[in-house]
């Protein structure tokens, strides 16, 4: 029988996406869902390798099965690397991602291309009853001067990545799992866990 393993997510794109990228390990890689678990976890880390362990070891707690979780987010340069750990509480808790998009536009209204660096950020912890770890992935960029594309979600129609000429949220699904802080991230994971399971 394999051995599950819980993705301390609520988000099915991630589920399905984490799921495509480690494929062929001898586990069953499960929702907080379908363990039957739903918990309130504050995430009050100083850095995203610190607020994935709070969740994944929160998670654990609960199950005693191996569990994996995430945190990720925005950094630019000019802004001293915020949001940063703030990403998702950008603006207020309850501010439209939209307006969120606008008021990082807004703080570098007039900076030139080269000083609107930014990036992704992700860090997944593993958590398991003999071993913990972290993996960080991350993707650069730069702030664009206005919202561009309809795909993704999030800092997506902001951030511009020079090679293809394009944000976030004008690359096709595909194009963006493949360059993804997320897909960088999972994919150190996996080799750490072909490791493990070897």
Known sequence: MKRKLIVAS????????????????????????????????????????????????????????????????LEIDFLNGAPGVFTSRFAGESTDQSEKNKKIIYLLKDIEPQYRKARFVCSIAFVSEKIKFTVTGSVEGQISEKPEGYNGFGYDPIFYVPEYAKTFAELTENVKNQISHRADALHKLRKKLDNIFS
Not at 13 to 35: N, T, V
């Open 10 to 73: 609520k988000n099915d794109g991630k589920i399905k996406e984490i799921k495509k990228i480690l494929d062929g390990l001898p586990i069953e890689i499960i929702s907080m869902k379908e363990a039957g678990i739903d918990p309130d976890i504050e995430e009050n880390g100083a850095d995203f390798e610190q607020n994935a362990m709070l969740k994944a070891q929160a998670v654990y707690n609960l199950t005693s099965s191996m569990v994996i979780a995430d945190d990720s987010g």
